[in-house]
């Protein structure tokens, strides 16, 4: 029987919970052609309510096609236009013939072909035959509009991980390329395509988007609400439910604070409570998934604090401990930080490192990993 707890992929359906809100201004976003971002820490449910928003468009009668590409491995802008591109193509074609027709009368006169060689060996649509130039590149990008142009459909193109983007060569030529030609193909009425960009390293997207506002006013960023308690704790009991088991509601609520509603953590977590237990689950169950829990994610838990300096280690420390304002002579002075100047260098390192950011106007501190912050309050520090 199929698993209620579902972690290692995303869901929809009967196991999507919650985020009814924003799954109305998401559809009503995609509906009307606009392209959106979404960042969120890993585990949030990011391609979750992509996937549930696009069945449910679907079902209701819109007639689209969807290209799913990551940025994962991206360190070339090569790498990502030939990907773009290929993405673009194999939503309008599906042989070599095909491909070649497309590339010769959408990309002709650029570096970038198709080689029959090339698509044999490895299943490569798009080639170079000369390093990629500005014009190059644009004309990849123009590609999903103009195929979508000719066709009844919707076009729409995920990029996961799109903040892996900055770490080419020159991650800010594609961006300023990308808003040049989503303002030309606007400018032209072109609105039958669109992109969903998604990442989960927070701190990056926000510097893209919020601090650098590359793509102002030309992506609409939709903010995932948290999953209310009450109705991860009601799936979680149905779910033990199914297999003849019942589980004390408390005890749930209580792991949902600890993993502060994390949807992939909670459902890894109840997962290996249902391996374990028959009939009743008691608190030693509980318990006893939490350590397994820790010792699956200790390795990389150690190597991120094998990672950070003194200075990172201390001003986590302080974190923990419940300060919020960190240059203040009293926390340089009881966590040995030296200055409010070394503090502002800590904070940032911190945060590229995508283990801290900080939210709201008072600029709170937040731990990003919620199971790496229990890590650290009970098995690195020792607080309790």
Known sequence: MDSPFLYNKYVTGQHFLGRKEDCTILGNLLSQGE????????????????????TRLKVAGMRFTVADVTALDVRSNETFVRRIGAAAIRMVASTPDEYERVVLQYLGGTHLVFDRKAFADSDTILSTNWDLDEADIKAVLRLPYLLSASRPDRMYMIVEE?????????????????EEVMDEMRASGMKNFSYIFLGSQVNAMADIFVRRHFFYRRVQRLKLSRVEEREIVEHIIKGFLASGKVIDRDLIAGACRLFKCNLFYI??????????????IMEPVLLEALQTMLAIYKGRFISM?????????????????????FSTAEVIRKYSLNSSANVRRVKDALMKKEIITFTGTDERPVILDPLFEYWLRNNYFKKN
Do not use: R
């Open 162 to 178: 799109f903040q892996n983007i900055d770490l080419t060569e020159d991650g800010e030529l594609v961006f300023k390329l990308m």
């Open 35 to 54: 392209n959106v971002v979404i960042w969120e820490p890993v585990g949030a449910g990011k391609k979750s309510i992509v996937q549930q928003v696009l």
């Open 267 to 280: 459902n890894h977590f109840t997962s290996i409570c249902d391996s374990l237990s028959k009939g009743y």
């Open 305 to 325: 604090m094998g990672d950070l300096t003194t200075f990172q280690v201390s001003l986590l420390k302080a974190i923990i401990d419940g300060y919020t304002k």
